[in-house]
């Protein structure tokens, strides 16, 4: 049998994740069928488990993807200025999460909206990496009360309330705005600034 046009075997899989991710952004998770998958790459609906076993599997590989694309552009960045002052790691903290994830709006949403619908053991492998980069976070506001910089009553509280808050800008921000990538940065760093400061 003839392969079907446009599922050459290098390109099909990232078709594959591209279009559930667009799909899964779009609809939600449990409204998308992988016949729908299918039929946006252009392949028969068989096709898709030569790259996936099933849907659940293709949902948790996307969302680990993205947070471990996000710790290792993390790790990447981080510079050995950000060691010197705990509100200077802050700043860059804070600008690095909108730079990250203003690229990628239908990831953040899947990765956050989605989680409920992971099974258990893809549930806690994904929960883990999200803990690796909210504990760098913490780590840095702990930094910040030990030397005086910073007030706050529960570190944990803290952490989430700021990572949401950075998170919330791709649910509003568009590049055609009145705002420019830099100045929503600032922005940004200010309120996270106010929010901890003594």
Aim: charged share 20%; no cysteine; hydrophobic share 45%.
């Amino acid at each position: 049998m003839a392969r079907t046009q446009g599922s050459h075997s290098s390109s099909t899989g990232p078709k594959i994740r591209a279009a559930a991710q667009s799909l899964f952004a779009q609809h939600g998770y449990a409204a998308v069928s992988m016949r729908q998958i299918a039929a946006q790459v252009g392949v028969q609906a068989g096709a898709l488990y030569n790259y996936t076993p099933d849907k659940q599997t293709l949902l948790f590989d996307l969302m680990r993807q993205h947070m471990e694309d996000l710790l290792n552009a993390r790790r990447a960045e981080v510079g050995p200025n950000e060691a010197e002052s705990a509100v200077h790691a802050l700043e860059e903290f804070a600008r690095f999460h909108i730079r990250f994830h203003l690229d990628r709006p239908d990831a953040v949403f899947i990765a956050y909206m989605e989680l409920r619908n992971l099974t258990e053991p893809h549930f806690e492998q994904i929960e883990a990496l999200r803990r690796a980069y909210e504990q760098e976070l913490k780590d840095i506001l702990s930094a910040g009360v030990n030397a005086g910089n910073f007030v706050i009553a529960d570190l944990g509280v803290a952490t989430r309330a700021v990572i949401a808050m950075l998170t919330g800008v791709t649910t509003w921000y568009r590049d055609s705005g009145a705002l420019s990538r830099a100045e929503v940065e600032d922005v940004y760093w200010h309120m996270v600034r106010k929010s901890v400061a003594r």
